[in-house]
T-cell receptor
Framework: NAGVMQNPRHLVRRRGQEARLRCSPM?????VYWYRQLPEEGLKFMVYLQKENIIDESGMPKERFSAEFPKEGPSILRIQQVVRGDSAAYFCASSPGVGMNTEAFFGQGTRLTVV | AQKITQTQPGMFVQEKEAVTLDCTYD???????LFWYKQPSSGEMIFLIYQGSYDEQNATEGRYSLNFQKARKSANLVISASQLGDSAMYFCAMREFPSEGGSEKLVFGKGMKLTVNP
């Protein structure tokens, strides 16, 4: 049973380009969370999605960032017109549902570097 | 207001000794879950232990135990018999179940760095 798969592991983009980060949740998991980790900091919540629905996007910047989790295929975090401040590690987590003791399983992250 | 507070920026411990990592939380909900994750230098997030707000017993998982003091809103992680491989960042997190609004996302503290010395 494969874990949460994120790709690419490392992504380099020039300022102004688009970054697309992919997350395939664990088999049977329908809940996906995206987090951003700046250097030397904790994980900041960005968005929580279920299949075809955005449940909570309170942590997403209002501009340039979007996320989707289609019926088929991975969840995508898209960052348009990247800036240097977008350089960070982006983690995806999945869970099978909701519940107090429902653990979130994390992928290995995508390290985005904007040059 | 910060939901999860980890005040220790870094700690050093001798191999084979026990160490306690502090975590306090803030919530007005009755139902919530508390988690600890480990992040080694390789970067992945590794789940360690979970404690539910209604659990009467402190959670234990191998060398990890959670010292849950509900009235004080603290959920400290205790690592017994430290090993060199325990050197990593440690994050405390909480999952709330708000009765009105919000979602049951995990909220993380800023983490703390543990270094185990030989």
């Amino acid at each position: 049973n494969a874990g949460v798969m994120q790709n690419p592991r490392h992504l380099v983009r020039r300022r102004g380009q688009e970054a697309r980060l992919r997350c395939s949740p664990m088999k049977g998991h329908s809940h996906v969370y995206w987090y951003r980790q700046l250097p030397e900091e904790g994980l900041k919540f960005m968005v929580y999605l279920q299949k075809e629905n955005i449940i909570d996007e309170s942590g997403m910047p209002k501009e340039r960032f979007s996320a989707e989790f289609p019926k088929e295929g991975p969840s995508i975090l898209r960052i348009q017109q990247v800036v240097r401040g977008d350089s960070a590690a982006y983690f995806c987590a999945s869970s099978p549902g909701v519940g107090m003791n429902t653990e979130a399983f994390f992928g290995q992250g995508t390290r985005l570097t904007v040059v | 207001a910060q939901k999860i507070t980890q005040t220790q920026p870094g700690m050093f411990v001798q191999e084979k000794e026990a160490v306690t990592l502090d975590c306090t939380y803030d919530t007005s909900d009755q139902s919530y879950g508390l988690f600890w994750y480990k992040q080694p230098s390789s970067g992945e997030m590794i789940f360690l232990i979970y404690q539910g707000s209604y659990d009467e017993q402190n959670a234990t998982e191998g060398r990890y135990s959670l010292n849950f003091q509900k009235a004080r809103k603290s959920a400290n992680l205790v690592i017994s018999a430290s090993q060199l491989g325990d050197s990593a960042m440690y994050f405390c997190a909480m999952r709330e179940f708000p009765s009105e609004g919000g979602s049951e996302k995990l909220v993380f503290g800023k983490g703390m760095k543990l270094t185990v010395n030989p």
